[in-house]
């Protein structure tokens, strides 16, 4: 299977939502952020309704004994806090913005991508269950800021707090050869009042699990066999799904994301680059970018070095670029090899 294939439509399910047009700070719609796949502290998802759930489960069916190997992978984003200081007489003090040459930094909110791994067998698993701690410890990073005769003259900070909570794993024999697969992902870390913006920087943003089986292959929930229809539709999925991903026919890697997905998704070639809003079309939103004023592109670009990217990225489109945009003629082909 096409590990790159897989990573690709991993990143854009990570990154879904984290920044959306017009890419500026002063947006509305940038004023709530982080609103997919969030896992958040327990106490607090419980005090105000469940809303916003301390819980995500993956149930699934995967064939195999008891040597049948699993790697369990989840992937999710941690809100840090973004801080400009500007050196004076060698005093770092903080400011709204500073100028570097032609750039200009301004505090935000950032992302930190984190990730949590095992590996495990299906005997171990029906036997036992498994339990792995997630803690990402608080801590900060400096990124100096130099001009161009090398000095100093200021610096990004990025602080993040703790992030505590559990990957717990079984598996359940089933009548048919095979067992039903469960993973959840919990937040237990503390709650003491705060509103909901202090509670992001302590939950799992973008929350998503990768599943790979060696020895086996896992169901599709979507187009189970007869054997496993009942099977499949007793699987409880809470705020995630699990599909089939990698080349059509392939069965040894899931996805189970915020997003719902049919099975093999795929990142369309024609795309230069993500951004971050799969519910939009490309070259609409690209033509979007464009025609941006001088002045809000600025903003765009002082706002997020991901939507730096993104401007930059699409002001570098051919016309050629644009027009592959425009719309492509693909033949179905069916994953069960029928003819179109």
């Known amino acids: 299977m096409h590990g790159d294939l897989v990573d690709r439509i991993a990143e854009?399910?990570?990154?879904?939502?984290?920044?959306?047009?017009?890419?500026?700070?002063?947006?509305?719609?940038?004023?709530?952020?982080?609103?997919?796949?969030?896992?958040?502290?327990?106490?607090?998802?419980?005090?105000?309704?469940?809303?916003?759930?301390?819980?995500?489960?993956?149930?699934?069916?995967?064939?195999?004994?008891?040597?049948?190997?699993?790697?369990?992978?989840?992937?999710?984003?941690?809100?840090?806090?973004?801080?400009?200081?500007?050196?004076?007489?060698?005093?770092?003090?903080?400011?709204?913005?500073?100028?570097?040459?032609?750039?200009?930094?301004?505090?935000?909110?950032?992302?930190?991508?984190?990730?949590?791994s095992t590996q495990c067998s299906l005997g171990d698993l029906a036997h036992d269950g498994r339990r792995v701690e997630i803690c990402v410890p608080a801590g900060q990073s400096e990124e100096p800021l130099t001009d161009l005769e090398g000095n100093v003259v200021g610096a990004i900070l990025r602080e993040w707090q703790t992030v505590q909570g559990a990957l717990e794993i079984a598996a359940e024999p089933l009548g048919e050869p095979g067992h039903r697969l469960t993973v959840r992902i919990v937040n237990t870390g503390p709650w003491n009042g705060e509103a909901r913006s202090a509670v992001l920087r302590r939950t799992m943003v973008s929350t998503h699990t990768i599943l790979r089986v060696s020895g086996g292959e896992f169901i599709s929930l979507l187009e189970p066999p007869a054997a496993y229809q009942t099977a499949a539709q007793e699987c409880e999925n809470i705020k995630t799904w699990p599909v089939l991903v990698g080349d059509p026919g392939e069965r040894h890697t899931l996805l189970s994301s915020p997003i719902i997905l049919y099975d093999y998704p795929q990142v369309s070639p024609e795309t230069p680059g993500d951004l971050f809003d799969g519910t939009e079309i490309d070259e609409l939103l690209r033509f979007s970018i464009l025609t941006l004023t001088d002045e809000e592109k600025q903003e765009m670009r002082e706002s997020d070095e991901r939507g730096r990217a993104i401007l930059e990225r699409t002001e570098a489109l051919t016309p050629d670029d644009l027009l592959r945009l425009h719309g492509v003629v693909r033949s179905l082909q069916y994953v069960r090899g029928e003819e179109p």
């Open 12 to 116: 854009t399910v990570l990154y879904e939502g984290y920044l959306l047009y017009p890419y500026r700070r002063s947006a509305l719609k940038n004023q709530a952020r982080w609103t997919f796949g969030g896992v958040y502290p327990r106490p607090y998802s419980e005090a105000t309704g469940g809303d916003d759930p301390w819980l995500m489960q993956t149930q699934c069916l995967v064939t195999g004994d008891g040597d049948t190997a699993l790697e369990i992978k989840v992937r999710f984003l941690h809100v840090a806090d973004r801080r400009i200081v500007e050196q004076v007489n060698g005093v770092p003090r903080p400011v709204k913005a500073l100028r570097v040459g032609e750039r200009v930094y301004r505090p935000w909110e950032e992302a930190l991508e984190r990730e949590v």
